[in-house]
């Protein structure tokens, strides 16, 4: 079955950075987009970022320039490097795989990020 194993959050001062990864297995990894969710308490799941199966990426306004997602095929891993983070970036950051016309989508199970100020 997929899976998406999410791994690298933690707890961080403001300005500091994180890397998130997220291993997928269980699925042809190059054909599909990745992306990344977060949601914070009380607050709805909202896309971080997403990076196609040929590369093309799509930020949310709220993380342009200080985000950056990236992948590797050949690890099946999708990455997020987290600079300059701000307090209102904590939240629960979720991996997901989707393939543009096709019914189908993924979750991993989350990782926490905290930013404190």
């Known amino acids: 079955q997929v899976q998406l194993v999410e791994s690298g959050g933690g707890s961080v001062q403001a300005g500091g950075s994180l890397r998130l990864s997220c291993a997928a297995s269980?699925?042809?990894?190059?054909?599909?987009?990745m992306g990344w969710y977060r949601q914070a308490p009380g607050k709805q799941r909202e896309l971080v970022a997403h990076?196609?199966?040929?590369?093309?990426?799509n930020y949310a306004d709220s993380v342009k320039g200080r985000f950056t997602i990236s992948r590797h095929n050949a690890k099946n891993t999708v990455y997020l490097q987290m600079n300059s983070l701000k307090p209102e970036d904590t939240a629960v950051y979720y991996c997901?795989?989707?393939?543009?016309?096709?019914?189908?989508?993924?979750w991993g199970q989350g990782t926490q990020v905290t930013v404190s100020s």
């Open positions: 997901k795989v989707w393939r543009v016309g096709y019914k189908y989508e993924y």
């Open positions: 269980g699925i042809i990894f190059s054909i599909n987009t």
């Open positions: 990076i196609s199966s040929g590369g093309s990426t």
